[in-house]
């Protein structure tokens, strides 16, 4: 999972953060896809946000959320 992250604000918007999506095993061979919120690419404003990804397969098995933080310096 992606460590917590420091920015410094590029415009009034804050800063754009990007991350490799973290990989889950599936002890089924069907696979596991992760996804995060918010996903990477997203903006952060100013201050401390959380984000929160979690594994899922196609048989709606969801693991429990892993998080880190994205905080963006003025």
């Known amino acids: 999972l992606q460590g917590d992250m420091r920015l410094h604000a590029i415009s009034e918007e804050g800063a754009q953060a990007w991350w490799a ?7 089924g061979s069907d696979g596991a896809t992760v996804a995060c919120s918010p996903p990477p690419g997203s903006w952060f404003p100013v201050g401390v946000s959380t984000v929160a990804c979690v594994g899922y397969d196609a048989h709606g098995n969801v693991s429990q959320p892993s998080t880190f933080t ?3 310096l003025d």
């Open 21 to 27: 999506l973290p990989t889950a095993i599936d002890s």
């Open 70 to 72: 994205v905080t963006v």
